[in-house]
Nanobody, 124 residues
Framework: QVQLVESGGGLVQAGGSLRLSCVAS????????MGWFRQAPGKEREFVAA????????AHADNVRGRFTISREVAKVAAELQMNSLKPEDTAVYYC?????????????????WGQGTQVTVSS
């Protein structure tokens, strides 16, 4: 089993920045793709960004591309999400996920492990 813990969420004004971190514990050997998803109140969880196991390939949702950047350290089950130019519509609970032996995964069903989430609130 792999346990994921997110940190770095909080309250920020529109236009501000936050950096989310995700670290894993447990049986972390092997290659994992990492991803970030988010869920706003009353909405379904949606894909935000993903990175493959080597960190060389990334994917970002259209509504965050150019503002958010996912990164990771090679060979570690960990990832970060740098969020700049935040907007009120970015307010959500952000979840980290890990997909064993998967490249850049953009769908929820491709992920094996999930964190508990961290709240990001952007005020206008």
């Amino acid at each position: 089993q792999v346990q994921l813990v997110e940190s770095g969420g909080g309250l920020v004004q529109a236009g501000g920045s936050l950096r989310l971190s995700c670290v894993a514990s447990g049986r972390t050997f092997g290659n994992y793709g990492m991803g970030w998803f988010r869920q706003a109140p009353g909405k379904e969880r949606e894909f935000v960004a993903a990175v493959n196991w080597s960190g060389r390939n990334t994917a970002h949702a259209d509504n965050v591309r150019g503002r958010f950047t996912i990164s990771r350290e090679v060979a570690k089950v960990a990832a970060e999400l740098q969020m700049n130019s935040l907007k009120p519509e970015d307010t959500a609970v952000y979840y980290c996920a890990a997909a064993k032996n998967i490249v850049t995964a953009t769908k929820e069903e491709e992920y094996d492990y999930w964190g508990q989430g961290t709240q990001v609130t952007v005020s206008s």
